[in-house]
């Protein structure tokens, strides 16, 4: 099984910055990918951005509302992958979510692509 634990969230101005953080433990796998979804109350969970990796190939991919301003990035010794987000806007405020999904490197943007998923950390942005 994976454990996926998410931490860094917080209270930002509009225009800051905060970095997240998916620290994944557990089993591990050779290909996979991670991924990064946020929530608001009543609304479905929105795609942010995911990397694949399968040796040392990584590549990123990112919702059309966060491209330029979200970065993701991992360390492999640590088994941690980040988002760093820039540039914040108050309707990047959510829950944000880390979720894997295991034996892949096909990117889903979908909820329903991956197979383990964190607790969440609450992004709150005033304005």
């Known amino acids: 099984q994976v454990q996926l634990v998410e931490s860094g969230g917080g209270l930002v101005q509009a225009g800051g910055s905060l970095r997240l953080s998916c620290a994944a433990s557990g089993r591990t796998f050779s290909r996979y990918v991670m991924g990064w979804f946020r929530q608001t109350p009543g609304k479905e969970a929105e795609f942010v951005g995911a990397?694949?990796?399968?040796?040392?190939?990584?590549?990123?991919k990112y919702a059309e509302s966060v491209k330029g301003r979200f970065t993701i990035s991992r360390d492999n010794a640590k088994n941690t992958m980040y988002l760093q987000m820039n540039s914040l806007k108050p309707e990047d405020a959510a829950v944000y979510y880390c979720?894997?999904?295991?034996?892949?490197?096909?990117?889903?943007?979908?909820?329903?692509?991956?197979?383990?998923w964190g607790q969440g950390t609450q992004v709150t942005v005033s304005s």
């Open positions: 979720a894997a999904r295991q034996d892949s490197i096909v990117i889903s943007i979908s909820k329903a692509g991956y197979d383990h």
């Open positions: 990397i694949s990796w399968s040796g040392s190939v990584g590549y990123v």
